[in-house]
């Protein structure tokens, strides 16, 4: 048994639709809604026929018992059961998936995951390292994508940054993009860094700011954003190219690393750290402002560099 539901026109919908439902066992089912009630006629009259099956019941489709990988799951079993049902039963349809489909992170079903073995992935991932041949060929592979661009282009292509520390990835940032922006990088590396990019580059550091006049307040507020970094070698390894030891990479961090890659003390002092990168080749410096409350919004700070920064 099937049958019409008009639906009143609304502000999203100003004209009059139609729903058709259907039995189906002892619950009522959506066939869809309708623009006219001609469509939704002949698709009450399908139903009627039995010309229409919008909910097949699959067999055996769930892979939370079978363990099946998501392309299989959906090559051989969801697509098979369900490519032949009415376009109006979308939705209905993504619900079942959203049910039934295991997605997998590596061999692992998402439900079984727990903290270690994302930190685990995560360790390997950064050991391995992101090599320049690695972003060569995600290079490579953002032209193609952008060959097939099918909506309306800008009238010039946005330029592309890449972030980049060593000396290898800088040669690529110069030669695969308009230029580098680094990361806990003194004006020294600054300097560096122009050469390898030479002038036709952009080079945009980035600096860490506490505008906090105690030393012992100040490295601590550095500490606490530094932690993170000290923990990945892509950072330590770039960290002792600078010069600085394994010591100055424990507890913490020591006063002299700290102080090299933040910028602490009155805004005269902040603003000299910025004019030094602009003196070693910065095109722009990006002023990362960290404060006492690491969840709060520095925006006290941000004003009063406004009126002192170049």
């Known amino acids: 048994m099937a ?3 008009p639906i009143p026109p609304s502000a999203r919908h100003p004209q009059e639709r139609y729903q058709v439902c259907f039995q189906d066992g002892k619950r009522h089912r959506s066939a869809g809604i309708f623009p006219t009630k001609r469509l939704a006629l002949a698709e009450k009259r399908a139903i009627e026929r039995g010309d229409r099956q919008p909910f097949p019941e699959p067999v055996d ?5 079978a363990r099946m990988p998501f392309g299989e799951y959906v090559s051989t079993k969801w697509w098979p059961a369900w490519k032949d049902q009415h ?13 039934r489909i ?14 270690s073995t994302v930190g685990a992935w995560k360790a390997a991932m950064i050991a391995e390292g ?43 940032a110069a030669e695969r993009s308009q230029g580098a922006h680094t990361y806990l990088a003194p004006p020294e590396h600054t300097a560096t860094a122009r050469e390898k990019l030479g002038h036709r ?5 980035e600096q860490g700011v506490i505008l906090e006049t105690d030393p012992g307040k100040a490295r601590t507020i550095a500490r606490r954003h530094l932690a993170a970094y000290l923990d990945l070698p892509n950072y330590t390894n770039h960290l002792r190219r600078l010069g600085f030891t394994d010591a100055d990479l424990a507890a913490g961090g020591s006063d002299r690393l700290v102080d090299a890659v933040f910028a602490w003390g009155d805004l005269d002092r902040v603003a000299r750290r910025v004019q030094d990168h602009l003196g070693a080749g910065a095109n722009h410096v990006c002023v990362q402002v960290l404060d006492a409350d690491p969840h709060g919004l520095p925006i006290r700070q941000w004003r009063e560099l406004a009126s002192a920064l170049p």
Not at 159 to 169: F, H, I, S, T, Y
Not at 201 to 205: A, I, K, V
């Open 3 to 5: 049958w019409i539901v």
């Open 61 to 65: 489709l769930d892979p939370q018992k």
């Open 87 to 99: 376009p109006s039963s979308e939705y209905g349809t993504r619900k079942k998936v959203e049910k």
């Open 102 to 115: 295991l997605p997998t992170f590596g061999d692992i079903p998402i439900g079984d995951l727990d903290a």
């Open 130 to 172: 992101l090599a320049p041949r690695t972003v060569n060929t995600y290079l490579d592979a953002m032209d193609r994508l952008a060959a097939s661009y099918r909506a309306i282009r800008p009238a010039v292509a946005p330029p592309r940054v890449l972030a980049a520390l060593g000396p290898k990835m800088l040669a690529l």
């Open 201 to 205: 580059r952009w080079l945009l550091p």
